[in-house]
Every structure is written in C-alpha cells, then in structure tokens.
C-alpha cells in the first residue's frame, strides 16, 4: 500500500473506531447507540438549515487547522491557536464597530487584513522565542492563551468606546456591510449563519497547499521542521523559517477568529475561557494528518459532530457523549502506529501467499 494511500485509510479507519468505541460506551451506559447516530445524522442533514451550520461550523475550524498544520510541518506544536483566534476577532470586531459606513468591500478586507495581522503577531512572539532563545513554544503559547485572553478582555470592557458597547461584557452588532453573513447564503440556506468565510477557507487550503508543495519557502518549512541543523548546514535560515511558520500559523488561526466572530456571531464579547476553535481546529489537523486537501474533510466531519449533537438528546443520550466519540477519534489518529502494523501485517500475509 502507498503512502499516499495509507494517508487515507488510517483517518477512515481512526474515524469508523471512533464511532464504534462510542457506540461500545453508549451501551455500556444503557443507552441505544443506532438510535443516537440515527438522531445525530438526522439532526445534521435533517435540513437546509442545519447543511448550511454545518459549513457554518467548519470554516473557523480549517482556519485554525491550516495554522497547526504550518506550524507542525515546520517541527512545532501550536497551541496557542485559541488566543491567536481570538485578537483576529477582537481586534478585526473592533475595527468593523469604529468604521461601520465604509463601503463593504473595504470592511471585509480590512477585517481580513487585521485579523491576520493581530493573529500573525500573536505568533511570531513565541516563534523569535524559541528562534533565538530555544525556548518551549508548547509551554509558551499554552501561557500566551491566557494573557491574550485577559488582555483582549480588558480592551473590550476598558478601552472600545462606550458608544460601541451594548453593555460592559459585550458590543453592539457590527453593521451589515462587516457582517460576512449574506442574504443570499442565507437564503439559500433557510436563514441559517453560513457566511462568506466558508469561501475564505477553501481559498486558504489551496494557498497552503501551494506554498507547502509548490515553493521554496514551503520546502524550507519542510526541512526545518525534519531537521533543523541539516536545514542550516544547506544554506536555509533555521531562525527566519521558524519565525514565518508561526507567522503565518498564526495569521491563519487570528482569520479564523474573524470568520467565528464577524460570521457566527456578529459582535464581540467577554470571553470566560479559551476559544474552542482553537482545540478543536487541532484536532482536526490530526484527523487530517496535516494534510491542507485533507483538512476540510476532517472539519465537514467535525462540523457534523457538532451541529448533530443537539440530536442525540432526543434519544435520551447526553451530547456530551459526542465528545466522547471525538476524542476516540483522535485517540486512534494518536495511535495509528497500531493501523499500520495491521496495514503491514496484511501486506506480508499476502505477500507470503
């Protein structure tokens, strides 16, 4: 079997366990696992409606999964999407609320270019960090989570202007020309949330999938992240690499917050914890192996979980369960050591035949 292959079968194979195991804990817990999957299912392509939240849902997340993917092919851990998602909302929310007459197009390109650019800052600390003085960018964008969601929600009660402001823990809603919601999307969709940002998605896998294969900087990425003695040794810069990998994680990651905030939710408010994009969006970078073709599957899929699970309440089954079956997921990806063996062991026993 190729690898090109073998890249495809272990998710299919980590996301078909995961449904079983969770199906295998639902009966333990006394609960009718067809039953809930057929609610789940139901509830997410049951409607127009819930189709469109589903795309709805995934956007952010491929965002978010793209930065992970950049950062991780360049031998780093990024965990500090949530907090680089979330300057891209406030500070993008912040610049629509001041500016809310501009003509449309500037507003959304202005909201893009900010969210970027306050996310691509928000990466680039903990990249010079270990750049230059090696540290840990796993315990230094964990710790940056939480100032970058402190200090975002102290701009938001104590520096917006009280005219933006609806009360002291939220904004007023954007205008509709910094909205991306449209009305065409949404009548399409049965008014649901869908919004442009699924476009900004699908535009941003090719990009990434462009510069991972197709350029020198790409390469480079590449090479760091395997080794990044042998990458100097070449003639690359280690240094540069690593500070634009985190740059452009990132950017990506402050996008995604934009296309969560100005899409979903229209407005900007206090945050009591982490963005839940941020996790989930690396979750869903494993389940596609850092794979920028493979990542919006991998968020269709999620987007499905998460939009289906309201559903399994009706039968009877709590939807915390849900994430029960996600994290099974993402277990057998961490293990996918055990597919491969079975993947090898299968090709011998053909091979001894």
Same mark, same amino acid.
């Given at each position: 079997m190729s690898k090109k292959t073998q890249n495809l079968v272990i998710p299919l194979l980590a996301v078909l366990s995961g449904l079983l195991l969770g199906a295998i804990i639902m009966l333990v817990f006394g609960y009718d696992p067809?039953?809930?999957?057929?609610?789940?299912?139901?509830?997410?392509?049951? &409607?127009?409606? &819930? =189709?469109g939240e589903i795309f709805r849902a995934m956007a952010p997340l491929v965002f978010t999964a793209l930065g !992970?993917? =950049?950062?991780?092919?360049?031998?780093?851990?990024?965990?500090?999407?949530?907090?680089?998602? *979330?300057?891209?909302?406030?500070?993008?929310?912040? !610049?629509?609320?001041?500016?809310?007459d501009l003509p449309r197009p500037i507003l959304i390109l202005g909201t893009v270019l900010i969210a970027m650019i306050a996310g691509g800052i928000a990466g680039a600390i903990p990249g010079i960090l270990r750049a230059y003085l090696g540290t840990s960018e796993v @315990?230094?964008?964990?710790?940056?989570?939480?100032?970058?969601?402190?200090v975002s929600n102290h701009i938001i009660r104590n520096v917006f202007a009280d005219e933006l402001m609806k009360n002291t823990d939220s904004s007023i809603n954007i205008s509709a020309n910094a909205s991306y919601q449209t009305e065409w999307l949404r009548?399409?969709?049965?008014?649901?949330?869908?919004?442009?940002g699924i476009f900004f998605a699908?535009?941003? =896998? @090719?990009?990434?999938?462009? *510069?991972?294969?197709? /350029?020198?900087?790409? !390469?480079? @990425?590449? &090479?760091?992240?395997?080794?990044? /003695?042998?990458?100097?040794?070449?003639?690359?810069?280690?240094?540069? /690499?690593?500070i634009l990998s985190m740059i452009i994680s990132g950017a990506l990651a402050g996008l995604g917050g934009a296309v969560e905030g100005l899409g979903t939710f229209q407005n900007v408010y206090i945050q009591g914890?982490?963005?839940?994009?941020?996790?989930?969006?690396? &979750?869903?970078?494993? *389940?596609?192996t850092n794979s920028p073709l493979g990542i919006p599957f991998a968020a269709f899929l999620f987007g499905v979980l998460s939009i289906g699970a309201p559903g399994m309440v009706r039968a009877g089954i709590p939807p915390e369960l849900i994430n029960v079956v996600t994290a099974s997921i993402i277990f057998f990806i961490g293990v996918k050591f055990i597919f491969e063996q079975l993947l090898k062991a299968k090709k011998t026993v053909k091979g001894a035949k």
């Amino acid at each position: 079997m190729s690898k090109k292959t073998q890249n495809l079968v272990i998710p299919l194979l980590a996301v078909l366990s995961g449904l079983l195991l969770g199906a295998i804990i639902m009966l333990v817990f006394g609960y009718d696992p067809i039953w809930g999957y057929e609610e789940l299912f139901y509830s997410a392509f049951g &409607s127009v409606k &819930s =189709v469109g939240e589903i795309f709805r849902a995934m956007a952010p997340l491929v965002f978010t999964a793209l930065g !992970f993917a =950049v950062a991780s092919r360049a031998g780093f851990f990024n965990v500090g999407l949530a907090g680089q998602a *979330l300057v891209g909302w406030v500070f993008s929310g912040w !610049f629509a609320l001041a500016n809310p007459d501009l003509p449309r197009p500037i507003l959304i390109l202005g909201t893009v270019l900010i969210a970027m650019i306050a996310g691509g800052i928000a990466g680039a600390i903990p990249g010079i960090l270990r750049a230059y003085l090696g540290t840990s960018e796993v @315990i230094v964008t964990i710790m940056m989570n939480y100032i970058l969601l402190y200090v975002s929600n102290h701009i938001i009660r104590n520096v917006f202007a009280d005219e933006l402001m609806k009360n002291t823990d939220s904004s007023i809603n954007i205008s509709a020309n910094a909205s991306y919601q449209t009305e065409w999307l949404r009548a399409l969709t049965d008014n649901s949330r869908m919004n442009i940002g699924i476009f900004f998605a699908l535009i941003a =896998v @090719i990009i990434i999938w462009f *510069l991972m294969t197709k /350029t020198t900087l790409g !390469f480079e @990425i590449r &090479s760091v992240g395997l080794n990044a /003695t042998a990458a100097d040794y070449a003639g690359m810069s280690a240094k540069r /690499t690593i500070i634009l990998s985190m740059i452009i994680s990132g950017a990506l990651a402050g996008l995604g917050g934009a296309v969560e905030g100005l899409g979903t939710f229209q407005n900007v408010y206090i945050q009591g914890a982490n963005l839940a994009i941020g996790f989930n969006g690396m &979750s869903v970078a494993l *389940l596609a192996t850092n794979s920028p073709l493979g990542i919006p599957f991998a968020a269709f899929l999620f987007g499905v979980l998460s939009i289906g699970a309201p559903g399994m309440v009706r039968a009877g089954i709590p939807p915390e369960l849900i994430n029960v079956v996600t994290a099974s997921i993402i277990f057998f990806i961490g293990v996918k050591f055990i597919f491969e063996q079975l993947l090898k062991a299968k090709k011998t026993v053909k091979g001894a035949k």
